[in-house]
């Protein structure tokens, strides 16, 4: 799997996604520090990746829109560096278990200590 992680999360989740033989970009690393959330999804779309981001509302609502699309992941709350690792390795492993993401957001958080992962069809066709 492809994966593109947005600027407001740890260039340190690319050797988390290489590690378990996945291609990470970071928005950042390749030149595109600043873009609109807009020019992220359409490159993240054109080139195949999930777009991996802690910034839900303008994800969701772009994600909405679009007829298909190669998946979203969403790590909530916004947090440090050693926990976006967890949260995304969390993701990783749901992620091994559904092969693909396509059309769907997997929404990882925490309830305490706990991880928390949540699947759900976006845009959703049963309404």
Request: proline residues 5%; aromatic residues 6%; hydrophobic residues 45%.
């Given at each position: ?10 260039t ?9 033989g996945?291609d990470?970009?970071?928005?950042a690393?390749?030149g595109k520090?600043?873009?609109?959330d807009w ?10 990746f ?10 969701l ?6 007829e ?10 916004s ?6 690792k ?11 278990v ?7 957001v ?16 976006l ?5």
């Open positions: 799997m492809r994966f593109l992680i947005d600027e407001c999360l740890t340190a989740l690319i050797p988390v996604a290489n590690q378990r996945h990470a970009q970071h928005i690393l390749i520090a600043g873009w609109k020019s992220v999804t359409q490159y993240a779309v054109a080139g195949d999930i777009v991996v981001t802690n910034n839900a509302g303008d994800f609502k772009l994600y909405a829109g679009r298909l699309h190669p998946g979203l992941i969403i790590l909530l709350p947090v440090d560096r050693e926990t976006q967890r949260l995304f390795a969390a993701a990783l492993i749901r992620l091994s559904l092969g693909e993401l396509i059309n769907q997997l929404e990882v958080g925490l309830d305490g200590q706990d991880i928390t992962v949540n699947l759900y069809p845009p959703d066709s049963s309404c």
